[in-house]
């Protein structure tokens, strides 16, 4: 299991898990550019403003995708 954590008022994504998985996480702004990325969970991602985001999450053999607006 995952937990993605949206902060507006420090504009940071934090992205949590319970177990040790080994994951890539992309951070797609509204254009399609990437913002952000983190070779593994448990981390945080700093945003530069607030807008509407893309979340990618890959793992071996699974994917997870999420939103921001």
């Known amino acids: 299991t ?7 008022e420090t504009k940071t ?3 949590t898990s ?3 998985q080994v994951a890539d996480v ?4 509204s254009n399609g550019a ?3 990325y983190a070779n593994g969970l448990n981390t945080t991602i700093q945003l530069l403003s607030v807008g ?3 979340i990618y999450i ?3 053999g699974w ?3 999420g939103y921001i607006n």
């Open 18 to 20: 319970p177990e040790s």
């Open 26 to 29: 992309y951070v797609y702004n």
């Open 34 to 36: 990437i913002v952000g």
């Open 52 to 54: 509407s985001y893309t």
């Open 63 to 65: 994917y997870g995708v």
């Open 13 to 15: 994504i934090r992205i």
């Open 2 to 8: 995952l937990e993605v954590v949206y902060d507006s």
């Open 58 to 60: 890959e793992g071996e």
